[in-house]
């Protein structure tokens, strides 16, 4: 969806498509590859989780005002560096949460069906949010999509 935002809003197109995702790229390995090895030893994997799940809502409702609202492209980078941040720490405190909470003789099924859902989800949503950027445009599907993930945010507080 990024792509027809930023193009339809910020006047994108190719070379502007390929800096969002240099940029992500770059983020996502320094996070990685730096702050998460540093921080989840620290903070605990629920926490990091729960951390990144956060980051990610507050991301996706920055990138909808900054792309359609402010129309700025520092902001854009900004929303940016918060969602491939909060990604890498969802993404890994998750997976560890995934491995330590199943049993030695459930963590193969577990895992996997821990990643079937991921998949899933990583299919399904892009048909969901190109619906609904097409009727009710982007800044909307974004506050919807950082709205959605205050579901799993409550309950891993809770």
């Known amino acids: 969806i990024i792509?027809?935002?930023?193009?339809?809003q910020l006047g994108f197109g190719p070379r502007g498509l390929a800096m969002i995702f240099i940029h992500i790229g770059l983020v996502s390995i320094f996070t990685q590859g730096v702050l998460v090895r540093r921080l989840v030893p620290r903070l605990g994997e629920k926490r990091t989780a729960l951390i990144g799940i956060g980051a990610i809502a507050v991301a996706f409702v920055l990138l909808g005002y900054f792309i359609g609202v402010a129309r700025s492209v520092p902001g854009l980078f900004v929303a940016l560096t918060v969602c491939a941040m909060g990604s890498g720490f969802a993404n890994?405190?998750?997976?560890?949460?995934?491995s330590l909470y199943a049993g030695a003789e459930e963590q193969g099924r577990v895992t996997g069906l821990y990643r079937s859902m991921g998949f899933l989800a990583r299919a399904c949503s892009p048909a969901f949010a190109g619906l609904l950027f097409f009727q009710a445009g982007g800044t909307i599907t974004f506050a919807v999509a950082g709205a959605l993930l205050l579901l799993p945010l409550s309950l891993g507080l809770a």
């Open 92 to 98: 890994v405190g998750l997976s560890s949460l995934i």
């Open 3 to 8: 792509s027809f935002f930023t193009a339809d």
